[in-house]
């Protein structure tokens, strides 16, 4: 397997789909709702995806493809070359805001990671990594992330997880909030991840992501030596749904022993 020519397609795949979501912005948006009324998908999203798909398909004929909208393969393993793609992690942003969201792609194969990358296609930052070799902004390598106490952290978190919520008792995560430095909410969780990779905050908590939302962050996180896990501690399962926290060493297993082991 050439990874090196396999990373260069990516980047320019994702670069040249940003590009065209970037020339979008002067079109009329379709915006449709899939399984309630917040949950939206757009023409944009769609023809992103299929977009990348097509290219994937047309160098990598062998390789699987799982992709939110669902244009990809229906896969129950992780066998092979897989690209787990987000098209537009953010929706609700890139329609309300035309920012604060990105493209995800990542590249696992037989269940392991060997490409992240997020694609912040308004500010052209495209957040790259790859095990062993390294994560960049750009082409600035980003440095290792250092340990951080609870009191001095910018943790993520969106406010439904300390309101009345279906997933998690409120009151496990609010004295958590009141000790923290601050809280950010960002709405989309590839980019919250590679903010945890680039330091702006410093953990990132929440209760249900798919694998297209975390599988690009997850490798980026732990390539700078973040804990990626379950809020029990468990790892992140790729073909399932999980909840999901993010953290810089350190702070993690502070977190984890002082308030989500109350899960348990
Ligand atoms: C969503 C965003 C959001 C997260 C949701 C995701 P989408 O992805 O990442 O931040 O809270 O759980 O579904 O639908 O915009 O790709
Ligand atoms: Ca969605
Ligand atoms: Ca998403
Ligand atoms: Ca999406």
Do not use: C
């Not at 609870?150 to 958590?176: G, H, M, Q, S």
């Not at 209760?207 to 804990?227: H, N, Y």
Request: aromatic share 8%; glycine share 8%; charged share 25%.
């Amino acid at each position: 397997m050439n990874w090196s020519d396999i990373d260069t397609n990516a980047k320019k795949w994702t670069r040249e789909a940003g590009e065209r979501i970037r020339s979008s912005f002067s079109q009329e948006l379709m915006i449709h709702t899939k399984t309630s009324p917040d949950d939206l998908v757009t023409n944009i999203d769609r023809d992103t995806e299929q977009f990348l798909i097509e290219k994937i398909r047309e160098t990598y004929p062998d390789h699987q493809i799982l992709g939110e909208e669902g244009l990809g393969d229906k896969l129950d393993k992780l066998d092979g070359t897989v690209w787990i793609i987000d098209p537009i992690d953010g929706t609700m942003n890139f329609v309300h805001q035309q920012r604060n969201f990105a493209i995800s792609v990542a590249v696992y194969e037989d269940g392991i990671g060997k490409i992240g990358l997020i694609y912040d296609v308004v500010h052209d930052e495209l957040y790259h990594a790859k095990p062993g070799e390294g994560a960049f902004l750009n082409d600035i390598r980003l440095p290792q992330l250092e340990e951080v106490e609870v009191e001095k952290a910018v943790i993520a978190l969106n406010a439904t997880w300390v309101t009345e919520n279906k997933r998690i008792d409120p009151t496990i995560l609010a004295p958590l909030i009141k000790r923290v430095r601050g809280t950010r909410s960002y709405g989309s969780a590839a980019l919250e991840m590679a903010y945890v990779a680039t330091g702006r905050i410093d953990a990132y908590i929440t209760l249900r992501l798919s694998p297209w939302d975390f599988a690009a962050g997850l490798i980026m996180v732990q390539e700078l030596g973040g804990k990626v896990t379950t809020l029990l501690g468990e790892p992140l399962n790729l073909l399932e749904q999980n909840s999901v926290f993010v953290s810089k060493p350190g702070l993690h297993e502070e977190i984890s022993k002082d308030y989500l082991s109350k899960l348990k």
